[in-house]
């Protein structure tokens, strides 16, 4: 009889996780060739909502891919964002600082590239039509308000860990989207007067978004790879469960009411 269950169960979870299909997909941003991930789950039936994800530095990785089908599990169709073009990732900070630079250092670029990956998930055929929300983390973070504060047609927006200065300015009314924000206090990348700015910025512009800081927490906070990434290249950052935790299910929530 136990045996009977344990294959039931068995079953009915392999089941479930081959109904999540995650796949690679490619689109242009201009002449150049962008390449993705989709994530969607094959099970739920009909047209839902699509969340994009702008990964950290470190480029379209294998973090950015388990945030898609993390996404895809809720219900949603995920799409991970290629900002460097042709799939580019990383795995130093070196060549991960050059790449974020190169987008970071050119607004329009970082816009299109965004707008392309945005317009691909609208159209796919299991997308509700402009029901798109977007996830950035660390770099991705800071692209994903950009992107915000340039205008950019998103019905809300998330960032965690990531960096919150910017040199775009905004007016009141000029941000649409409803905000998200999860921050560790300890973050030294993000410092308290880039926060206190952040805040103001948000306020003038009487913008619809929510602050969260979790006390003694570090960088990249969300991401398990974060202390190995911090012994090996001698980086501030500590991965933090319960914050991790915390946010990814005030995540789910705000996406719940942000989008149909």
Known sequence: MKIALALSLLFFTSSSLAAVIGRDVTYQAGDTVMKGH????????GKRAGVLVAPEWWGANDYARKRARMLAEAGYVALVVDLYGNGQVADNPKDAGALAGGVNRN?????????????????QPNVKQ??????????????????????MPLKSAVSYHGVLATDISV????IKAKLRIFHGEADPIVPPEQVEAFKTEMNNAKADYMFVAYPGVKHT?????ADSYAAQFGLPLKYDNAADTDSWTRTLEFLKATLK
């Open 171 to 174: 007016k009141p009314g000029d």
């Open 130 to 151: 402009g029901e798109i929300a977007a996830l950035g983390y660390c770099f991705g973070g800071g692209v994903v308000l950009n992107m915000v504060r340039s205008g």
């Open 107 to 123: 607004p329009p670029l970082a816009y299109a590239r965004f707008d392309a990956a945005r317009g691909f998930l609208d159209k």
């Open 38 to 45: 989709l994530a969607y789950d094959d099970a739920v039936q």
């Open 221 to 225: 906070f969300t991401n398990r790879e």
